[in-house]
Structures are given as structure tokens and as C-alpha cells.
């Protein structure tokens, strides 16, 4: 397995998603951690903008320019999607939510899928932790998600779900250090065997 897991890193498509609604404050963090993180070779970068800005668009294309010099990032794809939500409840966010993440996930052509929240920034050195689960040996392992620990950015709280629904413990909820498992696709930062999600869809 030693020899198996590099290789498997290097031979994998893998594509990253992230929602952008406009939120100001987290926004120059995620970038650097876009431009800083320990991605894995031949990474495709989706961008769906749901700010409604124009300037907010104008600043992805800027941040894209910088971000595909990075010789692992395979190409960058930014759309908007201007649908708006109808109102304010818990369920009609999470059901536009989920329309955003169909649409982009539908035209997905990648073996994993990786989603980061806009307002969640991982640890640089995540991505290899939270990847290594989705093998092809692994029968069980749909989706895998980590969380930024509040005492220590740098470690990386993973956790294996198997393909069940669960609601969430609000994450300033979660003790730090802590395995936790996700059942949904805006939960932090989550990898999916790409496979099992498009069986999944829509969700």
C-alpha cells in the first residue's frame, strides 16, 4: 500500500468545488489557501459565483489568473449562477444550496470530487489526509470530510460516512480532535468517490 497510495495520488482526476456567495471576510483566506494548499497533481478548479456582483466576478478571474500557475492546477472553470433564494428559511437555503451544487456536480468529469465551503478553510496539508480513504479498494468509504480544528488550524479532523443521510452538529459545536461523521455535500470541506456521488444525484 506504501507504493500503491502515491501513485494512485498522481493517476487520479481530481476536481475542487467551491460555492461562492460573496462573503467578504473569508475570502482573501480561502484564496491563499487555493494558492497555498498541498493539491494533487492534475486538479480541475470549479468556481460557481452566486454573489450577484460583477466586481466579485471580476475579482475570481483576477484570483484564477494567479491560481493557474500552479503547475498541479489542470484548468479553471468559473460560472455564475444568478439564481436567487426565494427566502430566508433553513429549508430554502439548503434546498438552493443544493441546486447550486447539482448543476455543478452534473458536469463534473473527474474520479474524485472535492467541495470547500466559501466560509471554511482547511488546513494546507488536508487534502492528502482526506483523500487517502477514497482508494479503489474501498468499498465503503463514499465520502470522507475534514475539519479545521479550532485549538490547532493544522490538524485535520477526518471522518468516513457511509451512504446515509445524518444531520450535522453545528461546527462550533465540535469539540477539536474530534472524528465526526458528514452526510452532506456543504459540510466544511468533503471528498467524494465521484462514482458513488453521480448515483447519488441530485441530492
Known amino acids: 500500500l506504501e507504493t500503491i497510495a502515491p501513485t494512485l495520488w498522481h ?27 498541498d493539491l494533487p497533481p492534475h486538479t480541475t478548479i470549479h468556481w460557481v459565483d452566486n454573489s450577484g456582483s460583477a466586481s466579485f466576478h471580476a475579482r475570481l478571474w483576477r484570483a484564477a489568473k ?35 451544487y447539482n448543476t455543478a456536480l452534473r458536469g463534473m468529469n473527474a474520479d474524485v470530487i472535492v467541495t470547500i465551503e466559501d466560509d471554511v478553510i482547511p488546513p494546507r496539508d488536508a487534502l ?21 480544528s479550532r485549538d490547532n488550524p493544522r490538524v485535520a479532523n477526518v471522518a468516513l460516512e457511509k451512504l446515509e443521510w445524518k444531520r450535522m452538529l453545528l ?7 474530534t472524528l465526526w461523521p458528514v452526510g452532506m455535500v456543504a459540510g466544511g470541506c468533503t471528498a467524494w468517490n465521484a462514482a458513488t456521488l453521480h448515483r447519488m444525484l441530485p441530492l
Open 128 to 148: 492528502p489526509t482526506l483523500l487517502a480513504p477514497l482508494q479503489p479498494w474501498t468499498s465503503t468509504a463514499g465520502v470522507a470530510a475534514v475539519y479545521p
Open 66 to 100: 494567479i491560481l493557474g500557475s500552479r503547475p498541479e492546477v489542470a484548468g479553471i472553470n468559473i460560472t455564475r449562477d444568478d439564481r436567487r433564494l426565494t427566502s430566508g428559511t433553513f429549508e430554502a437555503i439548503h434546498t438552493h444550496v443544493a441546486s447550486l
Open 171 to 177: 461546527l462550533s459545536a465540535m469539540p477539536a480532535s
Open 11 to 37: 493517476a487520479r482526476r481530481h476536481a475542487i468545488l467551491t460555492l461562492f456567495a460573496g462573503r467578504e471576510r473569508p475570502f482573501p483566506q480561502l484564496l491563499d489557501w487555493y494558492r497555498r494548499a
